[in-house]
């Protein structure tokens, strides 16, 4: 894709926020009738698969969809284990499905013979709901990664633990490796994953080199837009997804590389995925989640949300600094497999080797790496040589746990 057409893209992003940000009014989010059809109906069914849509109620009242995926695409009941599926940030579930069957790792994994499950965080589509707030109330959007780490990865775990009786293997994607290790580093729930795979992990993350998150991170872009008003983030503005959606369309574009400029120059996307993608992604997220994460890049550090002064930090947390997430309290006997990639722009490989620095303790046949020079974010999820570049040994991994 040409630089120029990036440009129009990201200052047509930018023009679209920065007039919500003055207007104080959301413009209408736009979603395909596929995606509108729920996950399993529009893009596991439509593969061959069985799929089951369940719902789970959190203890702050968020109501979260979670596929299920509990069979082989021949019929064959599910005889492994249960494997959690968690995507990343403006993302849902439909991460794994996005590719073909032999190319999508919910896919691979079912017909591996495990009970798969697909999660969704709160504010997505599919976890749009609450016991008694609405997505138009602000309070709605009161939350940040604190909350999935506290909240929904507790109940994803339990629902799945209750209905097969049994421990599950973990797959996270970015943000939802984050979510896992700051779980873990308060050892919290560590009895139930039987494992945990961690692919582009995200846990420091201030040598990011991604310039747009870089640049939102610096300038307190988030924290502006919080001010003004604007509580939920979500990049589907009615006429920013049709202007990709032409863009796209027009003879020698290839949309794979507009996410380069975000996520790094992924190697490996076949050039139809950007049609399901726009489909279907990005979902919203709450703007306090982006503030969160841009406290990390600015401070380098693994905390929980900062409040802005002592007196609010205090009220939340007892001390006037925010609590710490101690990367080196993951217990050493918990089996992990990191993937990670040269590109990676969000997953920085400075950032993962002083993740990896923290985790030097961990006893040694329970932890596996595994690099990629070419890689970069989205390659891990939606690559189309992923299966044999990250997946297979993935599967050995998950066979000896």
């Not at 896919?107 to 965080?121: P, T």
Request: proline fraction near 5%.
């Amino acid at each position: 894709m040409a630089n120029s057409k990036v440009d129009l893209i990201l200052v047509t992003f930018l023009f679209c926020t920065a007039s919500v940000a003055a207007g104080k009014a959301r413009l209408h989010s736009t979603r395909s009738s596929a995606a509108a059809d729920g996950i399993c109906k529009s893009l596991v069914v439509t593969q061959g698969y069985a799929c089951q849509e369940h719902t789970v109620t959190t203890k702050d009242g968020y109501i979260l969809g979670l596929q299920r995926i509990p069979a082989s695409r021949s019929g064959q009941s599910a005889s492994k284990p249960p494997v959690l599926l968690q995507h990343g940030l403006v993302m849902d579930a439909v991460t794994w499905v996005m590719n073909p069957p032999d190319e999508s790792l919910a896919f691979i994994l079912a017909d591996a013979g495990y009970d798969v499950w697909l999660s969704n965080s709160r504010g997505t589509l599919s976890s749009h709901q609450h016991t008694s707030l609405s997505p138009s109330d602000p309070a709605y959007w009161e939350w940040s990664w604190d909350e999935l780490v506290a909240y929904d990865m507790p109940a994803l775990l339990q629902h799945v633990r209750s209905l097969t009786g049994q421990n599950m293997h973990y797959v996270g994607h970015s943000l939802g490796t984050l979510i896992a290790l700051a779980a873990f580093s308060h050892k919290e729930l560590v009895n139930m994953p039987r494992s945990a795979v961690l692919l582009s992990p995200i846990a420091y993350v201030s040598q990011m080199t991604s310039p747009i998150a870089r640049s939102a991170a610096e300038n307190f872009l988030a924290e502006a837009l919080y001010r003004s008003g604007i509580y939920e983030f979500d990049l589907r503005w009615e006429g920013l997804v049709k202007l990709l959606q032409d863009i796209c369309q027009k003879p020698g574009v290839d949309c794979t590389h507009l996410l380069t400029s975000f996520t790094g120059p992924n190697c490996c996307l076949n050039s139809t995925i950007v049609d399901v993608f726009l489909d279907h992604e990005p979902q919203p997220t709450s703007m306090k989640n982006l503030i969160h994460l841009a406290q990390m890049v600015r401070d380098g550090k693994i905390s929980m949300y900062d409040y802005g002064d002592e007196a609010q930090n205090m009220e939340h947390y007892g001390q006037a600094t925010p609590p710490l997430y101690n990367m080196s309290s993951i217990p050493n006997d918990l089996p992990l497999f990191l993937s990670y990639g040269g590109a990676d722009a969000l997953s920085d490989v400075r950032d993962v080797k002083l993740l990896l620095e923290s985790l030097k303790d961990h006893d040694g046949d329970k932890l596996v790496t595994q690099y990629r020079e070419d890689y970069a974010h989205m390659d891990f999820v939606m690559g189309e040589n992923a299966r044999e570049v990250v997946y297979d040994a993935l599967m050995v991994f998950l066979r000896l746990q």
